[in-house]
């Protein structure tokens, strides 16, 4: 199983930008795929989360409103489309799927998930 993230960048403050994870060896017909994000000095927190067996979507409040996850299954391919980003929101930013069918509170928990992207990282300034 291997995930590939990219669309990272330089963004100025309320810009946008999408981020892409390509998955292979692993359907996204299956339960869950996430994102998350690390940002300097501080610990990987989970971003959002698209469940397809209980039909969940999940935002963490920082991002909610701003950013949409969503997934293309004949390219087998996550995307995190953000919007309205702010210094806050720099950080390198992970994709990850998971086999088992989570409910809303496991799914920012990193051992939720079973494969990980390198991460991508992202940068909001001017």
């Known amino acids: 199983v291997q995930l590939q993230a990219s669309g990272g960048g330089l963004v100025q403050p309320g810009g946008s930008l999408t981020l892409s994870c390509a998955v292979s060896g692993f359907t996204l017909d299956r339960p869950a795929v996430g994102w998350f994000r690390q940002a300097p000095g501080k610990e990987r927190e989970g971003v959002s989360c698209l469940s397809t067996w209980n039909d969940i979507v999940h935002y963490a409040d920082s991002v909610k409103g701003r950013f949409t996850i969503s997934r293309d299954t004949a390219k087998n391919t996550v995307y995190l489309q953000m919007n309205s980003l702010t210094g806050d929101d720099t950080a390198v930013y992970y994709c990850?799927?998971?086999?088992?069918?989570?409910?809303?509170?496991?799914?920012?928990?990193?051992?939720?998930?079973?494969?990980w992207g390198q991460g991508t990282l992202v940068t909001v300034s001017s």
């Open positions: 990850a799927v998971s086999g088992r069918s989570l409910i809303t509170s496991q799914m920012d928990i990193e051992s939720s998930y079973d494969y």
